[in-house]
């Protein structure tokens, strides 16, 4: 296989078998990006758990301190009054029916979607448009909410979901490579924090079991994963 001249840059700046502190890579990643667009910071936990049972599941949102550089689409689905304290609030698209309607139309053009749970019976009934996307409101992700001010105030800002794959492994984007260092690294301590916390009960062995950061067009960095259990609070 031929070698690029890019690939033979990055491994002379990218030690393979090497485990860096966050600070580190996220540093290394800086420097060895050359595109033209401002890549994504991006972070892969492998977990000691096993998805196919449910108390096993590791699912949830955590708030990054700096946001995620990323311009969120929010659309509030909600009767009456919500959808206008929804917009005041900052969402992009609030309504009922039709809203409704466009997206039995196979409109989607929104990241997130938030609702009240007086709509969830009718949004309910177009999950299978909306559940391959990704789009489908959750309790458990505070999608579902009275409080609609809050919700999107909170996608706004940077809240991010995150769910484990059938794998073991959470892959989530924390940011974007035009970040500072300090930035990026509290983005990261923060959703490595709050899957540490979320740790099941019934998961034996080791939990935290590697921990990767890439960026879009960037190599993987493996993570000394003790380092940085031992600085998370």
Not at 55 to 62: E, I
Request: proline residues 4%; positive net charge.
């Amino acid at each position: 296989m031929k070698v690029t001249k890019r690939n033979k840059e990055l491994s002379k700046k990218v030690d393979t078998n090497k485990e860096y502190s966050l600070e580190e890579a996220i540093q290394t990643l800086k420097e060895v990006s050359k595109v033209k667009f401002d890549e994504s910071f991006d972070c892969a936990i492998r977990l000691g758990v096993d998805p196919r049972h449910a108390d096993q599941m590791v699912r949830g949102t955590v708030s990054l301190p700096h946001g995620t550089g990323k311009e969120v689409k929010v659309l509030v689905i909600s009767k009456g009054t919500p959808a206008d304290v929804a917009l005041n609030a900052g969402a992009d698209y609030a309504g009922y029916e039709d809203y409704l309607e466009k997206i039995k139309g196979g409109w989607a053009e929104v990241d997130v979607i938030i609702s009240t749970p007086d709509a969830m019976p009718e949004l309910g009934k177009l999950g299978r448009v909306l559940g391959p996307k990704g789009l489908m409101p959750n309790p458990k992700s505070g999608t579902v909410s009275t409080d609609v001010e809050k919700a999107v105030k909170e996608v706004k800002a940077g809240k991010i979901e995150f769910r484990v794959d059938k794998t073991g492994i959470i892959h989530v984007s924390l940011g974007k490579l035009s970040f500072g260092v300090d930035q990026l690294a509290d983005n990261a301590k923060a959703f490595i924090n709050t899957i540490i916390k979320m740790k099941p009960s019934s998961a034996k062995g080791t939990y935290v079991k590697s921990l990767f950061l890439s960026s879009t067009m960037g190599p993987g960095m493996k993570i000394d994963r003790d380092n940085v259990l031992s600085n998370i609070k």
